[in-house]
């Protein structure tokens, strides 16, 4: 007769949701003393470990994503090209023609398309300035 299959109890549950914010599957198995097996089979078996492993990964990567977004959103362009990269599906190529030439697409339509952003924000902050101000500037709300 084989041992009976290792469960875990109701507040250890509640904890895997917690957990699995921060810590993989084989984590979470070290952190409560089982084998990384035992936990992959407890989640196969046990429903509301499995979803609340899920729920947690998903409100972490929420939360995470919301401040890349903001961050994109602010201008950050490391962060405007990481998130276009992983959710918009633009991508830098690098390639070579049958002649030998490399190019390097996606870079180029990139830095074309932030160029052309550059350019329209400078034309506008240019029409909106006085003559004598720095391009970089920034107006007081005083005057």
């Given at each position: 007769?084989?041992?009976?299959?290792?469960?875990?109890?109701?507040?250890?549950?509640?904890?895997?949701?917690?957990?699995?914010?921060?810590?993989?599957?084989?984590?979470?198995?070290?952190?409560?003393?089982?084998?990384?097996?035992?936990?992959?089979?407890?989640?196969?078996?046990?429903?509301?470990?499995?979803?609340?492993?899920?729920?947690?990964?998903?409100?972490?990567?929420?939360?995470?994503?919301?401040?890349?977004?903001?961050?994109?959103?602010?201008?950050?362009?490391t962060?405007?090209?990481?998130?276009?990269?992983?959710?918009?599906?633009?991508?830098?190529?690098v390639?070579?023609?049958?002649?030998?030439?490399?190019?390097?697409?996606?870079?180029?339509?990139?830095?074309?398309?932030?160029?052309?952003?550059?350019?329209?924000?400078?034309?506008?902050?240019?029409?909106?300035?006085?003559?004598?101000?720095?391009?970089?500037?920034?107006?007081?709300?005083?005057?």
């Amino acid at each position: 007769m084989g041992r009976p299959p290792i469960t875990l109890s109701e507040a250890q549950i509640v904890e895997v949701e917690t957990l699995a914010a921060l810590l993989s599957q084989e984590q979470i198995a070290d952190y409560f003393g089982i084998s990384r097996t035992t936990f992959r089979a407890i989640c196969d078996r046990d429903e509301e470990v499995r979803a609340r492993y899920k729920r947690g990964k998903a409100k972490a990567i929420a939360h995470v994503a919301h401040g890349l977004l903001q961050r994109a959103r602010a201008g950050d362009t490391t962060s405007s090209i990481f998130y276009l990269k992983t959710q918009a599906g633009w991508r830098e190529t690098v390639g070579a023609d049958h002649a030998g030439n490399v190019e390097t697409g996606g870079r180029d339509a990139l830095g074309k398309l932030l160029d052309t952003i550059a350019d329209r924000q400078n034309r506008i902050g240019v029409e909106d300035r006085d003559p004598g101000q720095s391009p970089i500037s920034v107006p007081s709300e005083s005057g």
